[in-house]
T-cell receptor, first 112, second 109 residues
Framework: EAQVTQNPRYLITVTGKKLTVTCSQN?????MSWYRQDPGLGLRQIYYSMNVEVTDKGDVPEGYKVSRKEKRNFPLILESPSPNQTSLYFC???????????FGPGTRLTVL | QKEVEQDPGPLSVPEGAIVSLNCTYSNSAFQYFMWYRQYSRKGPELLMY????GNKEDGRFTAQVDKSSKYISLFIRDSQPSDSATYLCAMDSGYALNFGKGTSLLVTP
């Protein structure tokens, strides 16, 4: 089944404790992206990747890191999480351009 | 000014009504226009995809793009309770999708 998977789905952590949210797709997509979704602010792009080893900042990259060492995986790293990073995070992928993105199920992160 | 504007609603309609959802945008470089549907506690899923000005129909859904007015619409005919969701418009800038904030729709039986 074609899908984008994210882990964990739910995470409660404390300020400053490094964490990684994994994202994997099995559709051989070149384009991958991370978003955060907050009430009243909608979906905002954090980082995107056009292909392996090619990443770039989205609208809200501060406090986040990404890497794209393999085509299928695009982990999101929070080196020192803060409470303002409490949010619902989505990973998405598409064949080669940003349109027609497939979204993962989301990761709900709470930073205390 | 945000590049994509969308009224967040909520919009409540009775079953069977015609629903109209709209977005405006400011960047004339946008070429591809999409509507995503997001059910509660789920990721967005692509509903409609259009490239040029005009209408595109898929079952009960019609997407309309007016590039001269920088205005896009999604019409839902014979709305059903299962259409209750948040609808997000999105536009492709070439390297990223620019999303509207989403309109929450509730269709009551």
């Amino acid at each position: 089944e074609a899908q984008v998977t994210q882990n964990p789905r739910y995470l409660i952590t404390v300020t400053g404790k490094k964490l990684t949210v994994t994202c994997s797709q099995n559709m051989n997509h070149e384009y991958m992206s991370w978003y955060r979704q907050d009430p009243g602010l909608g979906l905002r792009q954090i980082y995107y990747s056009m292909n392996v080893e090619v990443t770039d900042k989205g609208d809200v990259p501060e406090g986040y890191k990404v890497s794209r060492k393999e085509k299928r995986n695009f982990p999101l790293i929070l080196e020192s999480p803060s409470p303002n990073q409490t949010s619902l995070y989505f990973c998405a992928s598409s064949l080669s351009s940003p349109d027609e993105q497939f979204f993962g199920p989301g990761t709900r992160l709470t930073v205390l | 000014q945000k590049e994509v504007e969308q009224d967040p609603g909520p919009l409540s309609v009775p079953e069977g009504a015609i629903v109209s959802l709209n977005c405006t945008y400011s960047n004339s470089a946008f070429q591809y226009f999409m509507w995503y549907r997001q059910y509660s506690r789920k990721g967005p899923e692509l509903l409609m995809y259009t490239y040029s000005s005009g209408n595109k129909e898929d079952g009960r859904f019609t997407a309309q793009v007016d590039k001269s007015s920088k205005y896009i619409s999604l019409f839902i005919r014979d709305s059903q309770p299962s259409d209750s969701a948040t609808y997000l418009c999105a536009m492709d800038s070439g390297y990223a999708l620019n999303f509207g904030k989403g309109t929450s729709l509730l269709v009551t039986p």
